[in-house]
């Protein structure tokens, strides 16, 4: 059984008109804004002075992207990093470095066989490697 699967999941529905929901929303609220300053100062230069930067900060949130992401996008990691201090300030401490240094005196024992000449230790090294243990001799049998 086949089934449908959906395409292009990261394109928004286009509710109103040419606009999703979200740049609807965003430009009902600039536009309920710009609203309120004009029934408080009418057509005055103080409503321009107001109004003009709500507006167009309305009109970026709604239609602008960067880097193919919507400016809205944006704007947590915009209130994340004002909100936060950016005076950095790099202060060097000394570390508090204490050693305590112990002697302890060994006894270095030297074992007996190391006094045998080094030709004779060779000798036996050299007949212990060459002696065949029983599980050698068995697999020697086998084959």
Same mark, same amino acid.
Not at 14 to 43: E, H, R, W
């Given at each position: 059984?086949q089934?449908?699967?959906?395409?292009?999941?990261?394109?928004e529905?286009?509710l109103?008109?040419p606009?999703?929901?979200?740049q609807f929303?965003?430009?009902l609220a600039?536009?309920a804004i710009v609203? @309120? @300053?004009?029934?408080?100062?009418k057509?005055?230069?103080f409503?321009f002075?107001?109004?003009?930067?709500?507006?167009?900060?309305?009109a970026?949130?709604s @239609?602008? =992207?960067f880097n193919?992401?919507?400016l /809205?996008?944006?704007?947590? +990691?915009?209130? /994340?990093?004002? +909100?936060r201090?950016?005076?950095r300030?790099?202060?060097r401490e000394e570390?508090?470095i204490v050693?305590?240094v112990?002697?302890?005196?060994?006894?270095?024992?030297?074992? +007996? =066989?190391?006094?045998?000449?080094?030709?004779?230790?060779l =000798?036996k090294?050299a007949y212990?490697?060459?002696? =065949?243990t029983?599980?050698?001799k068995?697999l020697?049998?086998? +084959?």
């Amino acid at each position: 059984m086949q089934y449908a699967v959906p395409q292009f999941t990261d394109v928004e529905d286009k509710l109103i008109g040419p606009l999703t929901l979200k740049q609807f929303l965003f430009l009902l609220a600039t536009g309920a804004i710009v609203l @309120f @300053f004009y029934s408080l100062l009418k057509l005055s230069v103080f409503f321009f002075i107001f109004a003009t930067p709500v507006a167009l900060l309305g009109a970026a949130l709604s @239609f602008a =992207k960067f880097n193919g992401r919507p400016l /809205y996008g944006y704007l947590p +990691s915009f209130i /994340y990093f004002v +909100s936060r201090p950016q005076a950095r300030i790099f202060k060097r401490e000394e570390p508090n470095i204490v050693v305590h240094v112990q002697k302890i005196q060994a006894k270095l024992e030297i074992p +007996s =066989k190391l006094d045998e000449p080094a030709e004779g230790r060779l =000798k036996k090294l050299a007949y212990l490697l060459d002696q =065949k243990t029983t599980e050698e001799k068995e697999l020697i049998t086998r +084959s």
